[in-house]
Each structure stands twice: as C-alpha cells, then as structure tokens.
C-alpha cells in the first residue's frame, strides 16, 4: 500500500511540473520576444518616422493647394464688396 502511494505522490508532482512548465515557457516566449523586439523597432521607428513626416509634408501642401483658391476667391469677394460699399455710399451721399 505504501508503494502505490509513493507512485501517487510521484505521478502528482509530475504533473504539477508539466502544469507549471507550460506557463514558463508561454513566459519565457514573451520575454525572449519582448528582447527580439527591443533589438528590432528602434531602427524601424526611425524609418517610419521619416515616412510619417513625408506624409506630413504632402498633406500640408494638398492642403495649402486646396484652400488657397478658396482663400483667394473670398478675399477677392471681401475686396469687391468693400468697393461696392464704398460706391454705395458716394451714391447715397449725392442723393
């Protein structure tokens, strides 16, 4: 009897070993990817940094060739209209 509970206790503690070694390897996974990583996107950053302020260039000149007919007709419309008023008031002054 006592034999059959040695080999219990054994079986038990062998899997309670596997049970925790699955957990360790998950975790030593992560920390050999978070190391791998760390060697890895600095250099990336960098280029993807460059690439982000190409774009950043590009979407500020789309953007200034696309306001700039709008800001210039309207300014061209104040300008007509600060004329228009004032014509209007030499008119009004005759009367």
Known sequence: MA?????SVILLSIEAFVLLLIPLIILAACVYGVH???RKLPPLFA?????LALAQ???NRASAATAAP????????????AWWDTLAGFVKEKS
């Open 3 to 7: 034999a059959l509970r040695d080999v």
């Open 36 to 38: 791998w990583l760390r």
């Open 47 to 51: 280029q993807v940094r460059k690439y």
């Open 57 to 59: 260039l590009y979407v």
């Open 70 to 81: 709008i800001i210039k007709t309207r300014a061209v419309a104040a300008q007509w209209g």
